[in-house]
């Protein structure tokens, strides 16, 4: 079916080159794709066969559900799940034979409790203070150490990784992320000389695989990297995934006695050529750009006039021959989402996972 709206186009093959980009910073240590969120917004299916096809062994995804659906989808690889999955649904972490993180002595005794065995990955809370086993200071790792010892006990329970998260390793003047990998490493050193092991240790995510090479342990977990949004400076060739166009519905023109969309916060100085394009806050399109952003068709950039409504938006088209059914970019390889970004004060998750299953995902080699 012709696309009637709007569209992402998913260049698999810079999804590609980002993964063999942050390969080659890691050496011979395994990257784990984070894929959750439906690959932030990409089709973590298509995503995850592409990168499986060309040697990735290790996904995370955040709950039963998306892990699921990656195994229904054909994924062999190593499937870790980042959340809780409720007691309801153990069966099906080894019906999979997925690997579920550990937060707790007590969510382990939940797992102990069943007749079937389990895959576990533990996570350390370092300084994030979301989730995981309490490890902000010195004084608790030998609670933790302890606490660990006792889950490795379960018979039922095959311990075979632990993983802290860094909570700024994004930025440069902080040096957080290195008071987060010396605790993490003393309890590492621990669980090592109580004989608990070995075990499969991961902590650096985009930015510390990017900025931190001491931080690599035996596996890096990348997502926004992996994308194309690389959340610090680095000198690897990451290309962006994701392109979004949309298609122009109306052409009209407009007079100085006019308003335009909702509110009418938008007056014509002059005589004005507007076209309307088919996206909106529905299709992801934040309606706080409203006259704030601009789109891009053949190198011209297309200023966003009046409020952004549910599946429109305006834009300002003098002096260009732009036609109904013309397709406009939102964002992509030529409109920079960095430029977005800066006017919502947000990140690129935001804007990636926010764009709807109205906007039709092609994905293109």
């Given at each position: 079916?012709e696309?009637?709206?709007s569209?992402?186009l998913?260049?698999?093959?810079n999804?590609l080159?980002?993964?063999?980009?942050l390969?080659?910073?890691?050496?011979?240590r395994?990257v784990?794709a984070?894929?959750?969120a439906?690959?932030?917004g990409?089709?973590?299916?298509?995503i995850?066969r592409?990168?499986?096809a060309n040697g990735?062994?290790y996904?995370?995804v955040?709950s039963?559900e998306?892990?699921?659906?990656?195994?229904e989808?054909?994924i062999?690889?190593e499937?870790?799940i980042?959340?809780r999955t409720?007691?309801?649904?153990?069966k099906?972490?080894?019906?999979y034979?997925?690997?579920?993180t550990?937060?707790s002595?007590?969510y382990?005794?939940?797992?102990?409790?069943?007749s079937l065995?389990?895959r576990i990955?533990?996570n350390?809370?370092?300084?994030m203070?979301?989730?995981?086993?309490?490890l902000h200071?010195?004084?608790?790792l030998?609670?933790?150490?302890?606490?660990?010892?006792?889950?490795n006990g379960?018979?039922?329970?095959n311990l075979e990784?632990?993983?802290?998260?860094?909570?700024d390793?994004?930025?440069?003047?902080?040096?957080?992320?290195?008071?987060q990998?010396?605790?993490?490493?003393e309890?590492l050193?621990?669980?090592?000389?109580?004989?608990?092991?070995?075990?499969?240790?991961h902590a650096?995510?985009?930015?510390?695989?990017?900025?931190y090479?001491?931080?690599?342990?035996?596996?890096?977990?990348?997502?926004?990297?992996?994308?194309g949004y690389?959340?610090?400076h680095t000198?690897?060739?990451?290309l962006p995934v994701?392109?979004?166009?949309s298609?122009?519905?109306?052409v009209?023109?407009?007079?100085?006695?006019?308003t335009v969309?909702?509110?009418?916060?938008?007056?014509?100085?002059?005589?004005e050529?507007?076209?309307?394009?088919a996206?909106?806050?529905?299709d992801?399109?934040?309606?706080l750009?409203?006259?704030?952003?601009?789109?891009?068709?053949?190198?011209?950039?297309l200023?966003?006039?009046?409020?952004?409504?549910?599946?429109?938006?305006?834009i300002?088209?003098?002096?260009?021959?732009i036609?109904d059914?013309?397709f406009v970019?939102?964002?992509?390889?030529?409109?920079k989402?960095?430029?977005?970004?800066?006017?919502?004060r947000?990140?690129?998750?935001?804007?990636l996972c926010?764009?709807?299953?109205?906007?039709?995902?092609?994905?293109?080699k």
């Amino acid at each position: 079916m012709e696309v009637d709206r709007s569209y992402a186009l998913i260049h698999l093959d810079n999804v590609l080159n980002n993964y063999l980009e942050l390969k080659k910073l890691v050496g011979d240590r395994d990257v784990m794709a984070v894929v959750k969120a439906d690959a932030y917004g990409h089709g973590s299916i298509p995503i995850s066969r592409h990168l499986e096809a060309n040697g990735c062994k290790y996904f995370a995804v955040a709950s039963i559900e998306e892990a699921i659906e990656l195994r229904e989808g054909g994924i062999k690889g190593e499937i870790l799940i980042f959340g809780r999955t409720s007691p309801e649904n153990f069966k099906y972490l080894s019906r999979y034979d997925l690997i579920q993180t550990v937060y707790s002595e007590e969510y382990a005794g939940l797992l102990a409790e069943s007749s079937l065995e389990f895959r576990i990955h533990l996570n350390i809370d370092t300084g994030m203070s979301r989730f995981g086993f309490y490890l902000h200071k010195h004084e608790d790792l030998f609670k933790v150490a302890n606490t660990i010892e006792r889950i490795n006990g379960f018979e039922n329970l095959n311990l075979e990784g632990i993983y802290t998260h860094f909570a700024d390793s994004d930025d440069p003047s902080s040096d957080f992320c290195a008071t987060q990998f010396s605790i993490f490493s003393e309890l590492l050193d621990e669980l090592k000389r109580r004989g608990i092991g070995p075990l499969l240790k991961h902590a650096a995510n985009s930015a510390a695989t990017l900025a931190y090479p001491n931080t690599y342990l035996d596996m890096v977990r990348v997502g926004i990297a992996m994308y194309g949004y690389p959340p610090r400076h680095t000198s690897a060739n990451l290309l962006p995934v994701m392109e979004v166009f949309s298609k122009v519905s109306s052409v009209r023109l407009v007079t100085e006695s006019d308003t335009v969309s909702y509110g009418r916060t938008y007056h014509p100085n002059h005589k004005e050529k507007i076209a309307t394009v088919a996206i909106g806050y529905a299709d992801g399109y934040n309606r706080l750009l409203s006259n704030d952003d601009y789109l891009m068709w053949k190198n011209h950039k297309l200023p966003v006039i009046g409020r952004v409504c549910m599946d429109a938006i305006m834009i300002k088209i003098d002096g260009l021959n732009i036609r109904d059914g013309d397709f406009v970019e939102v964002f992509g390889l030529t409109k920079k989402m960095e430029s977005m970004c800066e006017k919502l004060r947000t990140i690129p998750y935001e804007i990636l996972c926010a764009v709807s299953k109205r906007v039709k995902r092609i994905y293109e080699k």
